[in-house]
């Protein structure tokens, strides 16, 4: 049980780094949709906003939740 739990945790930390490139890639895409001067862009742009949050709390979120379990578990 415990390698199983040392593998989620070295797959968490593999991945993280490419869960904030790819938040931060988003959020320069909305930025650049809100600089367009079409209205119909930056309106898509701030639809989305919230969509981007959101999806970044939950990866994010799931990230720490299985670092701190995996963590926590001790036999």
Known sequence: MDKWASNINKL????????YILIAVA???IGVMC???SEESRQKGKKSLPWVILGALLIL???????????QIAF
């Open 35 to 37: 600089a367009i001067p």
């Open 27 to 29: 959020f320069i895409v």
């Open 12 to 19: 968490c930390t593999a991945v993280t780094p490419y869960t």
């Open 61 to 71: 979120g799931a990230i720490y939740t299985a670092k701190w379990i995996t963590g």
